[in-house]
């Protein structure tokens, strides 16, 4: 609910804009209030196991969602969010300085933190063999430090909890 009212509050301060010029570049959409009390940047970096290149992409967020499957608590999913995964067998990284699909590490950090911070924790499963709702205890503290989370681990980011939003239908729809 959350994501959706801050969506149509964004879209609704772009398109004034958006009459005038037609499509809005995504530099100025990021200037909006919303991104600025929202917004943050993740970083993916890939790093190629042959040549040991780092290719770092910027993607911005207005909220972190996170998979709590096979996490109990707010932490274990952001450690799970920012683990470093093997790229390998298809899932083959294409280097530039090597010229071929090598194998290669990757991993998610929060590059850039916003002034307000929103998880939003996936409850809903639609795998093959199951349908429905996570219900399970996923638990958080009143205050997280983010700083091992982020590109920049030497920097404190501590963040206090303000609100708790709990979904309570039965089904994504509901």
């Known amino acids: 609910f959350l994501r959706h009212f801050l969506d149509a509050c964004h879209r609704s301060l772009l398109q004034p804009a958006a009459n005038k010029v037609g499509t809005v570049p995504p530099a100025v959409q990021h200037t909006t209030v919303i991104h600025q009390l929202f917004g943050g940047y993740l970083r993916s970096e890939v790093q190629c196991l042959q040549c040991s290149s780092r290719s770092s992409t910027y993607d ?11 996490a109990s608590s707010l932490e274990k999913a952001l ?3 920012t683990k470093m995964e093997k790229l390998g067998g298809k899932n083959r990284y294409r ?12 991993r998610f950090s929060v590059h ?8 939003q924790l996936k409850r809903f499963d639609f795998s093959q063999n199951f349908r429905g709702k996570i219900a399970k205890a996923v638990t958080f503290g009143t205050s997280i430090n983010l700083s091992r989370f982020t590109s920049n681990p030497a920097v ?9 939003v709990v979904h309570s239908g039965h089904s994504a729809k509901s």
């Open 60 to 70: 911005p967020f207005l909220d972190l969602s996170l998979e709590v499957h096979s």
């Open 79 to 81: 450690d799970e969010f």
């Open 95 to 106: 280097c530039k300085r090597c010229q071929a699909g090598v194998e290669a590490t990757k």
């Open 112 to 119: 850039s933190l916003p002034p307000l911070l929103t998880f």
């Open 156 to 164: 404190e980011a501590i963040y206090r909890l303000y609100a708790v």
